[in-house]
């Protein structure tokens, strides 16, 4: 059969994305949600499009067809400024709180120059993209520019998320966010977790919401309702994956991009790779993330820290941004980790780590097993979910005692490391990376103009009516 070529060229361009005109608005100031976001912007520049980004990260150095729209200096800044005086895993009402009090945050943004004269002009957009995260109150830019919007989640899906997408919600199958629960659940936790549901969903709508819709109108005049226009989003990317966070259940509207940031390892310094390569026993990775600051570390934590570490015959390397430390033979502080690239290394048997999700993805990806310690947010919902998989461990109450035995258990026990390579080819193993999918439905929305043809959301107040009945039902039978 002849191939007619020249049609299926045309074929092909017409499939094609002309260049897009893309606004990024990430207006969360830490640099771990940054990380994510900023792979994806890079993949769709280097693809020819316009980009314009509304962030606290401006690149070093300006690039053609990249508007930086920098908030440096607009907000508190969460990049290595948190302390870890508590070493506290919030609850969710904490949590819920915490969230609430950072919309505030955003104010001052508006103020920006560059923003009033982006909110002033006569520009056009095809495509918006921005975090879902705590607020939707920038999503005035959606109904100012009328074009089509997707979201991007740094972690599992905020409660609040799934309606809009038209993904119900299972509180017999989905821990949420804000817990240290795993699936399968217990029949007592699945009753918990219910009513978990029905707080943070509630809390969302009648105290985070709508301090949101007031600064929203504030700034951009008369909109719709800022529920309104988050059930127009097109599309949500999240940077998840099964083989981490089972039990999802999903629509043509979720994409996972899990791991869409990690990139092929990279030579270490000459150094840093003697240290690990001459680490006969093993190498343990100790760090808290971009968001903490090391040195915050009570005196007494740091000195058990420093006691248990001492006392083992693997090195240790510790992130530790500033300040002075001891010299100690086994343990090498740094101020800045090549994490990845460290994780990719043959010795490293251990990570000691909060349990953030870019972090515990480039573990997963490694076959490196996780001792956690985490703090807020999604960290406990992380590393329990891999504490089910059985490459990870949560270290709730800190003792000499507690952290040397979950150290020693974990690099002698060989199930950890099992499992942790298990997990990571499953990890590995799709059709396409990661990045690749997330620019693909990218331009998908682009050249459809959104997503209107796939399953719509969940009007709100529909599962504001279900979760209630489920939790009587289950408290009935319990009580």
């Known amino acids: 059969m002849k191939i007619d070529f020249v049609s299926v060229y045309i074929a092909l361009l017409i499939k094609m994305v002309s260049p897009a005109r893309i606004l990024a608005i990430f207006p969360f100031s830490a640099r771990s949600h940054f990380n994510m976001y900023e792979v994806l912007l890079d993949e769709l520049h280097e693809r020819g499009h316009h980009l314009t980004v509304i962030s606290h990260f401006p690149k070093q150095y300006p690039l053609e067809r990249y508007r930086d729209i ?84 740094p972690c599992p899906l905020m409660p609040w998320a799934y309606q809009r997408i038209g993904l119900p919600i299972k509180p017999s199958v989905k821990p949420i966010v804000f817990s240290d629960r795993s699936y399968p659940m217990s029949l007592i936790d699945i009753s918990r977790n219910t009513l978990d ?30 529920e309104e226009l988050a059930s127009k989003v097109s599309l949500i990317l999240t940077n998840t994956h099964s083989s981490l966070h089972p039990s999802m259940t999903h629509t043509n509207r979720l994409i996972e991009v899990g791991g869409l940031h990690i990139k092929p390892a990279k030579p270490l310094e000459s150094s840093l790779e003697q240290f690990l390569n001459d680490s006969e026993n093993g190498v343990i990775v100790f760090s808290m993330g971009s968001m903490f600051r090391a040195e915050t570390l009570p005196k007494e934590i740091f000195n058990l820290f420093l006691k248990v570490f001492s006392n083992l015959k693997q090195n240790v390397l510790w992130k530790w941004e500033s300040g002075t430390t001891p010299n100690i033979t086994n343990i090498r502080f740094m101020k800045w980790l090549p994490q990845r690239d460290v994780l990719a290394h043959r010795n490293v048997k251990l990570f000691i780590y909060h349990g953030g999700l870019l972090g515990t993805s480039e573990a997963i990806y490694c076959g490196v097993p996780i001792l956690g310690l985490p703090q807020f947010g999604d960290m406990g919902h992380n590393i329990a979910s891999l504490g089910e998989a059985g490459m990870a461990m949560s270290l709730k109450h800190l003792t000499e005692k507690s952290l040397t035995e979950a150290i020693t258990t974990m690099i002698e026990t060989p199930k950890y490391k099992k499992r942790a390579m298990e997990l990571s080819e499953l990890y590995r193993d799709r059709p396409e990376h990661p990045l690749t999918r997330a620019a693909y439905w990218v331009e998908y929305v682009i050249r459809y103009k959104g997503t209107n043809h796939f399953v719509q959301s969940l009007p709100l107040q529909k599962e504001l009516v279900i979760i209630p009945t489920i939790a009587i039902v289950i408290i009935l039978i319990f009580c």
Not at 209 to 215: A, G, L, M, Q, V
Request: with cysteine; hydrophobic share 45%.
């Open 70 to 153: 920098s908030l440096v200096g607009a907000a508190k800044s969460l990049n290595a400024n948190m302390s870890l005086s508590d070493l506290y895993n919030f609850g969710l009402y904490e949590n819920l709180k915490l969230l609430n009090e950072q919309i505030d945050d955003y104010v001052p943004i508006f103020e920006v120059p560059e923003v009033k004269d982006l909110m002033d002009s006569e520009a056009t957009f095809d495509l918006i993209i921005t975090e879902i995260f705590n607020s939707d109150v920038f999503l005035g830019f959606v109904h100012k520019f009328r074009c089509p919007y997707i979201s991007m989640s």
């Open 197 to 226: 549901w029905i707080f943070a969903l509630c809390y969302y709508k009648y105290v985070m919401n709508p301090k949101s819709e007031r600064i929203a109108r504030q700034y951009f005049g008369d909109i719709p309702p800022l």
